[in-house]
């Protein structure tokens, strides 16, 4: 007989997605509680705000391994976890020393190097390798840039690293929360489907509506305000810094929402009933083994009793 898991896999995976991403906006919050404190001078509270972020980080790689169990996770997570706890120990000392506060950016950024080799180990496609390649260059020369002795005080150094940190956790949020959808499927679904032209007609109508509202409204003087004005009115976000005054301005504001409304709607319909349908006999192996493991655990429970 199969020897079936104790936990479900999809709660295991919820929870963990939870945790993680919680996780991330406390090091985002720290972070920028770091920098305001750096700011005013305190370094003993951004000592110790630092040395959360590198804790949190640690749990966050933890986590990251628990998940996905294997050699590679486990390595990576054995590495990061020792920089983590040494850049934990250098924080301690730092406020007495400005050249460790540039140490600890340095090995943050070298936590980021290793962290993405071991991606392209985990994944070698070529789109992985390229997006993680230039992460990789990105935190090198950065890297670089902070252990040079300079001019820079203490406050920019930190800020810098706290920057990196808060930056490399939306990230981590974001691409967490996207996981599980495939680009490579909705490429092939836009380029497939008339979302592209679609696409491609909303873009053109937005940069036509913003070349005549640019020449109409007084307070609408230059086109890349008028292309944004135009974003928020198809998206229908309306942030309200601009707004049209004229009666032709105002028709075309009514008509150019509309027409974002319904191409939101018209995209949004195409996407998901193909990704549904390219996704459909994967789901539906899934649902069956819900349905076969539901069925075996209530056999079982009326043999028991």
């Known amino acids: 007989m199969e020897k079936t898991s104790k936990y479900n896999p999809t709660v295991v995976r919820v929870i963990s997605l939870i945790i993680g991403a919680t996780l991330s906006i406390l090091v985002i919050a ?14 003993d509270k951004a000592t110790l ?53 540039s ?3 340095g090995l943050y950024c070298l ?8 991606r392209i180990i985990g994944d070698s496609s ?19 840039g902070l252990l040079i002795p300079t ?25 967490a929360t ?42 609408i003087d230059n086109f890349p305000d008028a292309l944004w004005y135009s974003f928020a009115v198809v998206t229908t976000i309306g942030f309200g810094d601009f707004a049209a005054e004229t009666p032709t301005g105002r028709i075309l504001t009514v008509i150019l ?6 191409v939101v709607a018209i995209i949004t319909s195409i996407i998901v009933n193909f990704y549904n349908e390219t996704e459909g006999k994967k789901d539906s192996k899934e649902f069956k083994d819900i349905k076969d493991e539901a069925e075996s655990d209530a056999k079982h429970t009326k043999k028991k009793k």
Request: hydrophobic share 60%; net charge positive.
């Open 30 to 43: 720290l972070s920028l509680l770091t920098i305001t404190y750096a700011s005013e001078n305190d370094l």
């Open 49 to 101: 705000f630092l040395l959360w972020v590198f804790i949190i980080l640690g749990v966050i790689r933890l986590i990251t391994f628990i998940k996905e169990p294997n050699k590679i996770t486990f390595a990576r997570f054995a590495v990061l976890f020792i920089l983590d706890v040494a850049l934990g120990i250098i924080v301690l000392y730092a406020k007495s020393n400005e050249y460790l506060f």
């Open 103 to 105: 140490l600890t950016a």
């Open 111 to 118: 936590t980021i190097v290793i962290g993405r080799i071991f």
């Open 126 to 144: 070529p789109r992985n390798i390229v997006l993680n390649s230039i992460i990789i260059l990105a935190a090198v020369l950065a890297a670089v």
């Open 151 to 175: 001019d820079a005080n203490t406050v920019s150094v930190v800020t810098i690293e706290c920057t990196l940190m808060a930056t490399s956790a939306i990230f981590e949020v974001v691409a």
């Open 178 to 219: 996207f996981s599980k959808l495939k680009l490579k499927v909705l490429i092939k679904i836009i380029f497939r489907t008339y979302a592209l032209e679609v696409l491609f007609g909303l873009l053109a109508s937005m940069i036509a509506f913003s070349l005549v509202l640019m020449r109409i409204e007084p307070t």
């Open 257 to 262: 929402g509309l027409y974002g409304i319904v």
